[in-house]
């Protein structure tokens, strides 16, 4: 069982370092102000505290910090403030701009690193065939299984010293760049004219400005030339990516183990375990959250945390219905409340607390520790509320398909984006996610925001605030679109500067919250045993004790109406809202 250490049980506030104005520093002074005071007990700093290249800092090029949003200085601001730090270790990749995989493609065979990524066809060697492409395409048996995150193979091909291309195991997001070619880059090209070489650099240029396949352009009289011509476009081109690591090899462990002792350096108390479910592969298993092998790293990985006093906090996305979050908090870990925000949601929207009070018994009867949200850096999740069937057993979600859909609809309603997962053929599946502001997702309703807040504030578990979500944020259409592929997560995104922080406190919905975080985030109340009281649908009544010390939240779902008693000896506060 995983031990707790010493992790205050308090607010988590969750952010970029440059969420709020442009680097660390002006979060700290936020944090600094008067109406801060108390609040927060732990930050949730996202990875762009470290040095990294793609996918708003989940691709990871090292742990060191990124010195344009964090100094040393913060570090010791923070152990000023009380407040303790949570990280993120994405485990199942490195940066294809990571010093391991910059040196595989500088050494190629000869790199140290040549067994730290997983090479595709060595992996699915003699379980598939090779087609046109140079990629092995797995036998029909194993790729039905395998559980997509993106259309197509998860493969990013990149060119060797030896001028081979070999294609490395990429989970997520992927970028090629092709630069354009210039007279000079075919000036070895023997026999040919100015003009010739002007219009071979036209064609090839055309191509990749309207981002063509480059194999499908006609050369004409030069297509003898092609296959030189082309080399010549590779070896210019450049690549971003997450690039799957080779958990198999024992210089993946020892860079664990360095990156832990690092971020424990760092002030780290709670380290997310990011990507986790998909680290262990195998041929003839989904990847991921494989048995027995995803459990052996994460005992492996515990291990290593605990020499250091990390709290691990392993993040998976999957239904309700693979009971996979019972798996893992039967083995002592924290889990994420994934299924809170569409449930809080759900309850708002509908005016009934039935299924909320349902997964909320079931957290007190097993006793789950959790981290819950409302917002994050990521979507509203609505895939994890469904049911599943299971060895021919379908097991029951915590809301059916139908209550599903109107949530997803209401949301897109209100402008929200949506993400879907894919199968090894490019096919829609499943819906993922939704992207949008809490705030937005609730149609921009501040009342509806506050009793939000108010539930989660009174839910078990260590509440985590995304900070757009206390400042009321709408959705961010413009960010959204201009990020084209990546887009419908930007749209909750968006940077606050201190002058939006200065307004935002005059707000009554920022001030509120503040009012209900604080008396989270000191009353001993939550430290003792909850009640769930029986009431009708439409109303929730949440008792917190301990010892002499009560905490009571009572809202009407119809009117929006709720307040908040706290007693501490036999005096008693009020807030009505």
């Not at 506030?13 to 600094?32: Q, R, V």
């Not at 030189?228 to 590779?234: A, D, G, S, T």
């Amino acid at each position: 069982m995983q031990e707790d250490f010493t992790i205050s049980k308090g607010v988590m506030f969750n952010a970029y370092p440059d969420s709020i104005g442009t680097n660390l520093s002006d979060l700290i002074d936020m944090l600094k102000m008067p109406h801060f005071k108390d609040v927060f007990s732990l930050f949730y700093v996202l990875p762009t505290f470290f040095n990294s290249d793609l996918d708003r800092g989940f691709s990871i090029v090292d742990y060191d910090l990124n010195k344009d949003l964090v100094s040393k200085e913060n570090l010791k601001a923070f152990e000023e403030l009380n407040i303790q730090l949570k990280f993120d270790i994405v485990l199942n990749h490195l940066s294809v701009t990571s010093p391991q995989f910059k040196d595989l493609l500088k050494y190629g065979d000869k790199s140290k690193y040549k067994d730290f990524f997983i090479n595709w066809n060595t992996f699915w060697e003699g379980k598939g065939e090779m087609g046109k492409d140079g990629i092995i395409m797995p036998h029909e048996q194993f790729l039905s299984k395998l559980f997509m995150r993106k259309s197509g193979l998860p493969v990013l091909k990149v060119l060797f010293p030896d001028g081979s291309e070999r294609p490395y195991w990429n989970t997520f997001y992927q970028n090629i760049s092709y630069a354009n070619l210039t007279e000079n880059d075919l000036i070895d090209l023997s026999g040919l004219s100015q003009e010739q070489i002007n219009l071979i650099c036209s064609k090839v240029n055309a191509a990749i400005d309207e981002k063509q396949d480059l194999n499908s352009v006609d050369f004409e009289n030069y297509d003898y030339l092609k296959n030189k011509i082309l080399q010549i476009v590779n070896q210019k081109r450049s690549y971003l990516g997450q690039m799957d690591v080779n958990a198999k090899a024992e210089l993946v462990w020892e860079f664990y183990e360095e990156t832990l002792e690092k971020v424990s350096d760092f002030g780290c108390k709670i380290l997310r375990l990011d990507a986790f479910a998909y680290l262990h592969k195998e041929i003839g298993q989904s990847n991921f959250f494989n048995k027995p092998g995803t459990w052996q790293y994460l005992k492996r990985i515990k291990k290593i945390a605990s020499k250091h006093d990390l709290m691990l906090l392993p993040e998976i996305h999957a239904e309700y219905g693979l009971h996979l979050h019972d798996e893992v908090a039967n083995e002592g870990y924290y889990i994420y409340d994934f299924f809170l925000p569409g449930l809080t949601i759900h309850t708002i929207e509908n005016g009934s607390s039935k299924a909320l009070l349902t997964w909320a018994k079931e957290i007190i009867r097993k006793k789950y520790k959790t981290v819950n949200m409302l917002g994050c850096h990521d979507g509203i999740p609505v895939l994890d509320l469904k049911g599943k069937e299971v060895n021919g057993i379908y097991n029951n979600g915590l809301l059916d398909d139908v209550e599903i859909e109107a949530i997803m609809n209401k949301i897109m309603e209100r402008g929200g984006r949506v993400k879907n997962l894919y199968d090894p053929s490019g096919n829609k599946i499943s819906y993922y996610q939704v992207n949008a502001t809490f705030f937005s997702a609730l149609g921009e309703d501040e009342r509806k925001l506050l009793l939000a807040r108010a539930i989660q504030m009174f839910m078990p578990g260590i509440p985590q605030v995304w900070y757009l979500d206390l400042f009321a944020g709408k959705n961010d259409y413009e960010a959204a679109d201009k990020a084209a592929d990546s887009g419908h997560k930007e749209i909750n995104r968006s940077t606050l500067n201190m002058q939006d922080i200065r307004n935002g406190l005059q707000k009554d919905i920022v001030m509120n919250q503040l009012k209900i975080m604080r008396l989270r985030n000191n009353s001993d109340a939550f430290l003792g045993s909850v009640t769930f009281h029986e009431t009708s649908d439409c109303e929730i009544h949440i008792e917190w004790i301990n010892q002499n010390e009560i905490a009571e939240l009572q809202a009407n779902l119809k009117t929006l109406d709720f307040s908040i008693n706290h007693k501490k000896n036999g005096l008693i506060k009020s807030m009505n809202f």
